[in-house]
């Protein structure tokens, strides 16, 4: 049986599909995925080692040009390698108009979550079959009852697995005690407010950690210089591919991060995390996994989104990592 999985973004999301897919290929081990995704992403699916193929799209690209895109080889070529190969369904792990809109160039019987599920309802008159999931379960799992009532299986108590061993990108270090600040994110009402991150790597540094700082853009850049220009035991990495951040978080004892897509990436490799959450519900979105802990604001203050972040304190991070490692 092979399946297309149309799941093109954010890189939360793209990493939120995967225990649906380890869910699939314990239950039918015949199975076999393809997957379309944004290419900034196309790294995520092809970790796991039952996807055969990935497909790589640019829609948000794309739709700053619609006109010029639509007779670029760029788009024939896209629509030809969708119709390469014979699917026995598609599935839209999405329920965005722009995900459905993917589904109707694969010749195949097409699966979506119904109106009451999906994100945007319209969606829903791309698909051949509509599946109903509770809105009210953490992304994870909605995909997984997605996927289970999609193909037929019951879906596995317990928690999901994301099926990257953490060997797999590298190996704890032994030799020091390593934090990963993951301080960037897309919106900026889900920032942390510089003068916390400067503070909260004083108190790690004499603590005894070590932080090490990624990015990249060179607004990332220049947050990172100027954590790091607070303890000479903080490190600014070089910029990194998504591979290259999964090993430096694989070889870390913990992470700190905002509501970001590499906060998840962190979880589906077991790494122990403390999130940070001001506008968005952890229940929902939060990182999923072993050893998280998440720390929201008081949305009930009266602030704005863009001041609910700064409501964390960095006393607050530290204790958190302190119990969450102590477990």
């Avoid at 289970?148 to 928690?159: F, R």
């Amino acid at each position: 049986m092979r399946v297309l999985i149309v799941k093109t973004s954010s890189m939360g999301d793209v990493i939120h599909t995967l225990p649906a897919v380890t869910d699939a290929v314990n239950a039918l081990p015949n199975i076999c995925f393809d997957w379309v995704v944004e290419e900034g992403f196309q790294e995520i699916p092809k970790w796991h080692p039952s996807i055969d193929e990935v497909i790589p799209v640019a829609i948000r690209r794309w739709r700053k040009q619609v006109f010029k895109i639509w007779k670029s080889p760029e788009w024939r070529s896209f629509k030809n390698e969708m119709k390469h190969h014979h699917y026995d369904c598609v599935i839209d792990a999405q329920g965005l108009m722009k995900s459905a809109f993917v589904t109707r160039f694969a010749k195949a019987p097409t699966y979506g979550f119904d109106k009451a599920s999906a994100r945007e309802p319209l969606a829903t008159m791309a698909y051949d079959q509509m599946i109903n999931v509770p809105k009210n379960l953490h992304a994870v799992e909605r995909t997984r009852v997605l996927f289970a009532k999609s193909l037929g299986y019951t879906k596995p108590p317990g928690n999901g697995s994301f099926g990257l061993p953490r060997e797999k990108f590298g190996k704890k270090s032994e030799d020091e005690r390593s934090l990963v600040f993951l301080h960037s994110t897309t919106r900026g009402d889900k920032h942390w407010p510089e003068a916390h991150w400067l503070e909260l790597c004083k108190q790690a540094t004499d603590a005894g950690w070590s932080v090490k700082l990624p990015w990249h853009s060179e607004t990332e850049k220049q947050r990172a210089q100027n954590i790091a220009a607070v303890s000479n035991h903080a490190e600014i990495l070089p910029k990194l591919t998504l591979t290259g951040v999964a090993s430096v978080l694989a070889e870390a004892h913990a992470f700190v991060a905002v509501d970001t897509g590499l906060g998840h990436l962190g979880a589906a490799l077991d790494v122990p995390g403390v999130s940070l959450y001001g506008p968005t519900r952890p229940s929902r979105v939060g990182t999923y996994g072993n050893r998280q802990m998440h720390l929201s604001s008081d949305q009930t203050a009266g602030l704005d989104n863009h001041e609910l972040m700064g409501l964390i304190e960095p006393d607050q991070v530290i204790g958190a990592l302190q119990r969450l490692l102590e477990e």
